[in-house]
């Protein structure tokens, strides 16, 4: 009869010393690979629902890509926010391509309070195209990625900066292929930098329509024209300027009383009642001068009021005229 080698690191769930695995953190490279996973079970039949599901499985809500290479006419940048990465990655498969992954190679991550970056200086995007030929395009470059710190775990930037990418035509075709027209193609690029024509101009079009998202979703919402979309946005662009802001409330201070001794309190107050009596002496005639002492023809003035007239704007108060006689001035 035999038996199974003893283990000695299992224990049986029935046993006295059975120990259940604690849950641990998924690695950002094995999310990558989860991604590379779901991009291989795409279907010529996924549509927009697959593509908002499969955004919303791998990137936040607030999520940002962004694409930095340079082309002929200059460097190029490009950012997209989370409403247009789904549309992104099928541009990509429209563009002719039939499989789509990513390789990470010596990666090194760093890990914050609520989030974890992982920055790979040497990552390869592989794509392989279906027509207009067999071709597989080696896109390589430095990926910089920031996941949140949670049990998700979701991308929230994407940052791909493209140095090289190479095209690789299998050999069998550029041997048999006798036809100088064929030739001709074979010797052209398919890509620029990596990316196919449908997919650099859709990040031309992201640049006009990220900024337009909210006329568009304000036209969706109260079906409005655009003109009146464009001066809705504009006038609550121009209130969020010119709106002062909010100054914080000031807590009122309050005054600590001193206390005096008893001993000194009675010779004080008896210096200060003196000098208290010589101070009004001496204030009482500046304050019995009236403006009807100083200048003749003047009457006392009584106490004036200002009322509101009746227009509610207009006010009206009570003058005196040199002669003493008192007069409604509107």
Avoid at 254 to 275: C, I
Wanted: charged share 20%; aromatic share 10%; net charge positive.
């Amino acid at each position: 009869m035999s038996s199974t080698p003893h283990d000695p690191f299992y224990s049986s769930p029935f046993g006295p010393f059975y120990r259940r695995h604690t849950p641990y953190m998924v690695q950002p490279e094995y999310r990558v690979y989860e991604m590379n996973k779901r991009l291989q079970s795409r279907t010529e039949d996924s549509d927009n629902l697959w593509w908002d599901a499969f955004a919303t499985e791998f990137f936040e809500d607030d999520a940002t890509l962004t694409l930095s290479f340079c082309l002929e006419d200059g460097p190029k940048r490009y950012t997209i926010g989370r409403t247009l990465i789904p549309r992104y990655f099928s541009t990509v498969f429209e563009g002719g391509v039939t499989d789509l992954y990513y390789i990470l190679k010596h990666s090194k991550e760093s890990y914050h309070n609520s989030s974890i970056t992982v920055d790979c200086d040497q990552c390869a995007m592989v794509t392989q195209h279906g027509k207009p030929m067999f071709t597989k395009v080696c896109t390589e470059g430095r990926l910089i990625l920031e996941f949140t710190f949670d049990d998700l775990m979701r991308i929230k930037t994407w940052h791909f900066t493209i140095r090289q990418y190479r095209e690789l035509v299998p050999s069998i075709l550029a041997m048999h292929a006798q036809d100088p027209q064929v030739l001709d193609q074979l010797s052209k690029n398919i890509t620029r930098m990596g990316l196919t024509n449908f997919t650099l101009n859709y990040l031309r079009l992201c640049v006009i329509l990220e900024p337009m998202q909210e006329l568009m979703s304000r036209h969706k919402t109260y079906n409005l024209s655009p003109r009146d979309c464009l001066k809705t946005c504009l006038f609550q662009k121009w209130q969020r300027m010119v709106a002062p802001p909010a100054e914080p409330t000031r807590q009122p201070t309050t005054k600590r009383r001193k206390r005096k001794n008893s001993t000194s309190s009675t010779s004080n107050s008896s210096a200060g009642n003196n000098a208290n009596s010589t101070g009004s002496k001496k204030k009482t005639p500046a304050a019995n001068l009236s403006l009807s002492s100083q200048v003749p023809g003047l009457g006392a003035i009584p106490n004036c009021s200002l009322n509101p007239g009746r227009d509610g704007d207009l006010y009206h108060s009570t003058a005196v005229t040199p002669s003493g006689q008192f007069k409604e001035k509107h």
